[in-house]
């Protein structure tokens, strides 16, 4: 199992700007395909992007498209969401994911998924 610590949440405002982390504790940090979840209150979590294990094919959600960046850097084990133009919609606990079986099975974040607990992300209007 992955351990997944995830940071950089808060409060923006609507226009604003925040980068998400996510540390990962495995040492196969470089063979897993990484991705962002959100849930915003009353609602079910959302897959918001996905990246590959070398960084080469990355997927986005309609809704942040153009707005959202994932990146990685798996000499620091770390996977990283840069959010621009961010809107009131937005606002959600925003989770990390970790799969081993490819960018497909992180997408789906199915049974053989790790979890972090998650960080806040606000934006006011």
């Known amino acids: 199992q992955v351990q997944l610590v995830e940071s950089g949440g808060g409060l923006v405002q609507a226009g604003g700007s925040l980068r998400l982390s996510c540390a990962a504790s495995?040492?196969?940090?470089?063979?897993?395909?990484m991705a962002w979840f959100r849930q915003a209150p009353g609602k079910e979590r959302e897959f918001v992007a996905a990246?590959?294990?070398?960084?080469?094919?990355?997927q986005y959600a309609d809704s942040v498209k153009g707005r959202f960046t994932v990146s990685r850097d798996n000499a620091r084990h770390t996977v990283y969401l840069q959010m621009n133009s961010l809107k009131p919609e937005d606002t959600a606990v925003y989770y990390c994911?970790?799969?081993?079986?490819?960018?497909?099975?992180?997408?789906?974040?199915?049974?053989?998924?790790?979890w972090g607990q998650g960080t806040q992300v606000i934006v006011s209007s």
């Open positions: 994911a970790a799969n081993g079986r490819g960018i497909r099975a992180v997408v789906a974040g199915g049974s053989l998924t790790s």
């Open positions: 495995a040492r196969t940090f470089s063979s897993l395909s």
């Open positions: 990246i590959s294990w070398s960084g080469g094919s990355t």
